[in-house]
């Protein structure tokens, strides 16, 4: 599993869109769905089987729009990261994404390089994530 932030609202098509160009894979290899659709998802394992990422994703608040939990990809979450960082530059869809640094996100395609910024859990709550530059 593998998670991040999208920081603007796009719809789920334009999620699945980004997974896409993330993953290299087929769009109709990419099943997203939102948290609240979950608790009623059922999908056949021969059609998980041909997944490659099933997404669920939670709207949040604060700095960002969406949490997205990736599910079923192949890759380590280093070739992940990089595919996101990647995609969301080229794309110009931001994104923050979890790095090594303690409670640090790479906030990528909102300007030429990625910036590294930190979560400010004081702030912040259930599904709420505030983002400052400094720890």
Known sequence: MFDFLIKYPISIFEIREFLAAVLNCPFDK?????????????????????????????QVEGDAAWLLNLYRIEATDDEIEKRIIAASQTKQIACYVPNDNWNGYLLTGSSPTPIQVYEDEEV?????????NAI
């Open 124 to 132: 912040a709550g259930e599904n709420k994530y505030i983002f400052t």
């Open 30 to 58: 990419i099943f997203v769905v939102s948290s609240e659709e979950n608790a009623d998802l059922e999908i056949a394992a021969e059609e998980l089987d041909k997944l490659c990422c099933l997404c669920i994703g939670t």
